[in-house]
């Protein structure tokens, strides 16, 4: 079965300051693996993904994520917070349960960005 | 527009009513999802639908039902509400292989 473990609930950073939200999988299988950002009142928006190609993942705002697959690891990063980056962070896995894909969340990180 | 469109944003019900929550999407997709969020517990799977004829259960589905009307609708009711129904859901929309596109949710509270 997999599963996924946000390791943080909550990450306050200061603008311009590095931004790392930390994320850990199981899976039976060679997984999807996605981080979706949901801004208050709004649904989740695809930030990047990683589907078995390049293990370092270019996003969108300039957010990124390493697959590691001996750490079962696959951290979010941007180089310097911006205000507008304030919201939560989902960290989602993408394997085959009972015959079939399916999705796995995790618990999600909110980010603060302070000024 | 909106990809994918839920209605209503907000609802506030009673106990014991019954409830139907409606997504809509322009993509073209064949695949739609209904998912409820809880605070702390990230999004749970209630039912999916690969297309019209295929619908299945996902880890949550106890006490609710969907119905695909099209390949571009796919509601969820609730047959008689109770309070732990409370809140976010959001509907979902992919192709096969791709990543899942959300609406906005719909926030239901029962009172």
């Known amino acids: 079965a997999q599963s996924v473990t946000q390791l943080d609930s909550h990450v306050s950073v200061s603008e311009g300051t590095p931004v790392l939200l930390r994320c850990n999988y199981s899976s039976s299988y060679s997984p999807s693996l996605f981080w979706y950002v949901q801004h208050p009142n709004k649904g989740l928006q695809l930030l990047l993904k990683?589907?078995?190609?390049?293990?370092l993942v270019k996003g969108i705002n300039g957010f990124e994520a390493e697959f590691k697959k001996s750490e079962t690891s696959f951290h979010l990063t941007k180089p310097s917070a911006h205000m507008s980056d304030a919201a939560e962070y989902f960290c989602v896995v993408s394997d085959f349960t009972r015959g079939r894909r399916a999705l796995t969340f995790g618990s999600g990180t909110r980010l603060q960005v302070q000024p | 527009d909106a990809d994918v469109t839920q209605t209503p944003r907000n609802r506030i019900t009673k106990t014991g009513k019954r409830i139907m929550l409606e997504c809509s999407q322009t993509k073209g997709h064949d695949r739609m999802y209904w998912y409820r969020q809880d605070p702390g517990l990230g999004l749970r799977l209630i039912y999916y639908?690969?297309?019209?004829?295929?619908?299945n259960k996902g880890e949550i589905s106890d006490g609710y039902s969907v119905s695909r009307q099209a390949q571009a609708k796919f509601s969820l009711s609730l047959e008689s509400a109770i309070p732990n129904q409370t809140a976010l859901y959001f509907c979902a929309t992919s192709r096969v292989g791709q990543p899942q596109h959300f609406g906005d949710g719909t926030r239901l509270s029962i009172l």
């Open positions: 639908s690969f297309d019209v004829k295929d619908i």
């Open positions: 990683y589907t078995s190609a390049a293990t």
